[in-house]
């Protein structure tokens, strides 16, 4: 690790060679990983009347874990390559908690917030990648990082109060500000998912890393697997294709080309992308559902993305430059 940063200081050629494809690659699958991602969050609001979030977690990595099982299997036959030993506890930890914990929260919180605000308090998220990659991954920790982050956290509190109205007179605001505390968690597990997986990349291809998850997260919704059954049989037609979309388009196919974008550029610079997300969402949701997030929440938004731009910042300040590279 520390011998690949000298190398390339002194043989600046091969990455300029290298780069642009590499960018090219990563940008693209980002490019699916957003537009997906931002699909889901409609498409979990669209269907949830018909799934509890535990079931609708499983259907959705049981569907994912057969899909991606026809590209990862052959692979895994030619290659042989399992994870040994200690090398399945990353692969644990974020199975349980990104595809399980994760995909639970964010389903239990779109029972109460529509798409558009849920996707906007997931967006925390990137910070949190962002701050826990400078300090665990060495990618730099500048001080642009921080007032970046305070915008943000000052835009996620804006979509909390506006979420905590009640929609009408004499409703009650609890379930929303559950939900908002719902999308809090899912987007803490998510953030420490990103780190833990970033070093599982090194040694598997994203695909595989992906699949290991997905069948792991899939596991712990066992117990729900009987629910799933009742609500698949009660369900209308286009509620269970909701659930057959899910699981194949956002989770099988977008959970992979994060991994592989994720393999390709640092942590917390690819994490910021996906402050994309909320507007895709908002978009699609308003199109679809004819939902749109309380004039509150869109401002905390706005100061979401702001605080994003600030963080960006870092990039430019030599400082952060030479902390990322001293290890």
């Not at 290298?18 to 931002?38: D, H, I, K, Q």
């Amino acid at each position: 690790m520390p011998s690949t940063s000298p190398a390339n200081r002194t043989a600046p050629a091969p990455p300029r060679t290298a780069a642009p494809p590499v960018r090219a690659l990563g940008v693209a699958a980002m490019v699916v990983t957003v537009v997906l991602w931002a699909s889901a969050f409609v498409g979990i609001r669209a269907i949830g009347p018909h799934f509890s979030p535990g079931s609708l977690t499983l259907g959705r990595l049981a569907i994912a874990a057969v899909v991606l099982s026809l590209l990862v299997l052959p692979q895994l036959l030619r290659t042989r390559l399992l994870p040994r030993g200690r090398e399945w506890w990353p692969i644990l930890a974020y199975g349980v908690m990104w595809f399980g914990g994760y995909n639970v929260a964010l389903n239990a919180a779109e029972h109460v917030l529509d798409a558009g605000t849920s996707a906007l308090l997931i967006n925390v998220n990137p910070i949190l990648v962002a701050i826990m990659a400078g300090i665990f991954l060495k990618e730099g920790f500048p001080r642009w990082l921080i007032i970046g982050s305070l915008v943000a956290f000052a835009g996620v509190a804006l979509i909390a109060f506006g979420s905590a109205q009640p929609s009408a007179p004499g409703e009650g605001a609890t379930t929303d500000v559950a939900g908002v505390l719902l999308c809090l968690l899912a987007a803490v597990l998510a953030a420490v998912s990103v780190i833990i997986q970033k070093p599982v990349l090194r040694k598997f291809p994203a695909a595989q890393a992906t699949w290991f998850g997905i069948l792991v997260g899939a596991l712990c919704c066992l117990p729900f697997a009987g629910q799933l059954v009742s609500e698949v049989q009660a369900a209308p037609p286009q509620a269970t294709w909701g659930l057959v979309y899910l699981g194949i388009f956002p989770t099988a196919i977008a959970f992979t080309t994060w991994a592989y974008a994720l393999s390709l550029v640092d942590a917390g610079k690819l994490a910021a992308t996906t402050y994309l997300v909320p507007g895709t969402t908002i978009l699609i949701s308003w199109v679809l559902l004819g939902e749109v997030p309380a004039l509150l929440g869109l401002v905390g938004g706005l100061l979401c993305l702001v605080g994003v731009a600030l963080t960006r910042r870092r990039s430019r300040n030599p400082r952060g430059a030479g902390a990322a590279g001293s290890r």
